[in-house]
């Protein structure tokens, strides 16, 4: 196979079919190879295949999406978390009171 360039990313991965479906004329050649959690990848397993999905499927049905909308297919963003517990304007001593409290509440059998 040779280098990919940068026109290469333009080109369709799929055409219309004489018979009215999808035709893909990209063969599956490449090996991806990947670390991940063992933990999430059997929860993952166990989801797909409830959904009769390999999980070799559902990777590849994620990479053409990230082609077709040229970017993640589902939006990356932090989640807002409660007041109560957002830490982001604290100070290391205001944090460490606030875990003390929790903490105490903890022994005191509050929560």
């Known amino acids: 196979m040779g280098s990919l360039k940068k026109s290469d990313f333009n080109k369709p991965i799929c055409a219309a079919c004489d018979s009215g479906g999808m035709e893909f004329f990209m063969e599956k050649s490449s090996t991806l190879n990947l670390r991940i959690n063992p933990i999430l990848k059997q929860n993952a397993e166990d989801v797909l295949s409830k959904l009769g999905v390999p999980m070799s499927t559902a ?45 105490d509440d903890y022994k005191a059998g509050k929560v």
């Open 59 to 103: 990777v590849d049905m994620f990479l053409n999406q990230v082609v077709l909308v040229r970017g993640l297919p589902f939006s990356v963003t932090l989640p807002n978390a409660p007041k109560s517990i957002d830490t982001t304007g604290m100070t290391d001593t205001q944090i460490h009171a606030k875990i003390q409290r929790g903490y």
